[in-house]
């Protein structure tokens, strides 16, 4: 499941080489110059082509996101406190799972970490013993420490139901999903605008040297540092416009824009909108072109769910043009 987890510091702009003259505090307003971006046209493409990838990736997006553990199944999203939380369907629990699952599943203990020993969180059986065909990672369940990292957390399962622990800015949380939920249940297909060629730009690509590292807030109140390599600058009907990625892991292979448009205000999700894409043409550390296809921008899982702990956009990517294109608000 793609799951593509998220502003911008007065000090990190500061950094940025000044003759593009960005600072956090006058982005938004940069982003509204009409004169000409220095980028390369936009890429020549095979018109058919194009729209029969664009139709396959959406087709595979409305796969991935109703899938059995997509974010469609989404159903609970429980803070951990210090020390023992009883987990399962029964109402003596601390967090009690209200889906189709076992009395008591196990115990989640948080420990108190310290700067030099981080905070841990252990599963344990409870007096029961854990039930039948309870899993960790696919083999049966153990008693032991949980991996908490979100590019490979630990995933307790049984049957359609998957519980994950994760970190969210030094507290952790227990993610709930169950396959038979009604969201999932009741869902209808996604909603697109119509492909445009038009929203398919080539971006000139300036890295950032050194990398930054941004405090992406989330809808929850957290923060989420992760790596910004550069800054893409291109035209869209006649505005010079930029926006700056993050990177969602260390491999770096894909860059992560977190956006928003002037139609946020009315047909599309109001608080942002993702666009991934592969890297620069010389790479994340030379200057170099890039496509952006706007025509790929999703929702956020945040779009269709209560339970999510979405990134939202830093004050440099919130755009004052409408990008109709791409995925357009889900009416449930």
């Given at each position: 499941m793609r799951t593509r987890r998220f502003g911008f510091s007065v000090i990190a702009w500061a950094l940025f080489p000044a003759c593009l003259g960005l600072l956090a505090a006058s982005a938004s307003a940069q982003n509204t110059e009409t004169a000409p971006a220095i980028v390369a046209p936009a890429p020549a493409t095979d018109d058919a082509q194009w729209q029969q990838e664009l139709a396959a990736w959406r087709t595979q997006r409305e796969h991935e996101l109703a899938a059995p553990d997509g974010w469609l199944t989404l159903a609970g999203l429980e803070w951990l406190k210090p020390g023992v939380n009883s987990v399962g369907a029964a109402a003596d629990n601390h967090i009690q799972i209200r889906a189709a699952a076992p009395d008591h599943i196990g115990l989640l203990t948080v420990s108190s970490g310290t700067a030099l020993s981080p905070s841990i969180v252990q599963l344990l059986s409870p007096s029961t013993g854990f039930p039948a065909g309870l899993t960790i990672d696919g083999?049966?369940?153990?008693?032991?420490?949980?991996?908490?990292?979100?590019?490979?957390?630990?995933?307790?399962?049984?049957?359609?139901?998957?519980?994950?622990?994760?970190?969210?800015?030094?507290?952790?949380?227990l993610r709930i999903k169950d396959a038979d939920s009604p969201t999932r249940a009741a869902f209808h297909g996604l909603n697109w605008y119509a492909p445009d060629?038009?929203?398919?730009?080539?971006?000139?690509?300036?890295?950032?040297?050194?990398?930054?590292?941004?405090?992406?807030?989330t809808v929850i109140g957290t923060t989420l540092d992760l790596p910004a390599p550069g800054i893409a600058?291109?035209?869209?009907?006649?505005?010079?416009?930029?926006?700056?990625?993050?990177?969602?892991?260390?491999?770096?292979?894909?860059?992560?824009?977190?956006?928003?448009?002037?139609?946020?205000?009315?047909?599309?999700?109001?608080?942002?909108?993702?666009?991934?894409?592969?890297?620069?043409?010389?790479?994340?550390?030379?200057?170099?072109?890039?496509?952006?296809?706007?025509?790929?921008?999703?929702?956020?899982?945040?779009?269709?769910?209560?339970?999510?702990?979405?990134?939202?956009?830093?004050?440099?990517?919130?755009?004052?043009?409408?990008?109709?294109?791409?995925?357009?608000?889900?009416?449930?």
């Open positions: 083999e049966p369940a153990r008693e032991g420490t949980l991996n908490v990292n979100d590019l490979k957390p630990s995933i307790i399962a049984w049957h359609g139901l998957n519980l994950v622990v994760l970190n969210r800015g030094g507290r952790f949380a060629s038009n929203f398919r730009v080539m971006a000139s690509w300036t890295p950032f040297t050194p990398r930054l590292v941004e405090h992406i807030p600058q291109f035209t869209l009907n006649g505005k010079t416009l930029r926006l700056a990625p993050v990177l969602e892991d260390s491999a770096g292979k894909t860059l992560f824009f977190i956006l928003r448009d002037l139609t946020s205000q009315t047909t599309t999700y109001q608080s942002a909108r993702f666009l991934h894409t592969g890297l620069p043409s010389n790479g994340l550390d030379q200057p170099g072109t890039l496509v952006l296809d706007f025509n790929r921008l999703e929702n956020p899982p945040c779009a269709y769910t209560p339970y999510a702990t979405c990134p939202l956009p830093p004050p440099a990517n919130r755009l004052p043009t409408a990008l109709e294109a791409g995925e357009r608000r889900y009416a449930p």
